[in-house]
């Protein structure tokens, strides 16, 4: 079983890596792009036998605690088999 986790600053913060990037992107000629948020991903393997409920608890609250900062940034946690 895995733990899948994206993290990516929140809509209203300022993303001073993505509005690099996107200048980038526009000076290589993609111009429709509009937006770029940096984030990060994460992957997380768990035993066999894992609860996968008890595991998106506990991993949420890992979430919130230490992988991301819930004051400027979102995440999105996915266990798949």
Do not use: W
């Amino acid at each position: 079983m895995k733990a899948k986790i994206i993290i990516t600053p929140k809509k209203a913060v300022l993303d001073p890596q993505g509005k690099t990037v996107q200048n980038a992107l526009a000076h290589l000629g993609y111009t429709d792009v509009t937006a770029v948020h940096v984030g990060k991903y994460i992957e997380i393997e768990l035993a066999s036998n894992t609860d996968p409920q008890r595991a998106r608890e506990a991993l949420d609250e890992a979430c919130y605690k230490f992988l991301s900062n819930p004051i400027i940034e979102d995440y999105h946690l996915e266990i798949v088999p």
